[in-house]
């Protein structure tokens, strides 16, 4: 079984920047997909952008086209969420998780294992 853990997140000001990691344990991280989330205080686990096994194909939530970008190293066994211009609104628990359905999409039931999160705080 995949275990993935996050780690990255922290306090930032807006306009700032900070990079996400998500390890992932295990042999077979070469062979599927990977998506981050996250989970705004009081507000439902969204979407935010995956990545392809190949990282030939790579989607986004529409607010963070243009200021994230997420890849990944499947020789590490991580993907990363580079994150930039941060917004308040950006403010969230992010999670990684892995695809079990063979092709990625924006859906959260497409995805399995996930993280325990970290928190971004991004102040105005």
């Known amino acids: 079984q995949v275990q993935l853990v996050e780690s990255g997140g922290g306090l930032v000001q807006a306009g700032g920047s900070l990079r996400l990691s998500c390890a992932a344990s295990?042999?077979?991280?070469?062979?599927?997909?990977m998506g981050w989330f996250r989970q705004p205080p009081g507000k439902e686990r969204e979407f935010v952008a995956a990545i392809s096994a190949n990282s030939r194909t790579t989607i986004y939530l529409n607010s963070v086209k243009g200021r994230f970008t997420i890849s990944r190293d499947n020789a590490k066994n991580t993907v990363y969420l580079q994150m930039n211009s941060l917004k308040p609104e950006d403010t969230a628990v992010y999670y990684c998780a892995r695809d079990q359905a063979g092709i990625i999409s924006s859906d959260l039931r497409g995805y399995t294992g996930w993280g325990q999160g970290t928190q971004v705080t991004v102040s105005s």
């Open positions: 295990g042999r077979t991280f070469s062979t599927y997909g």
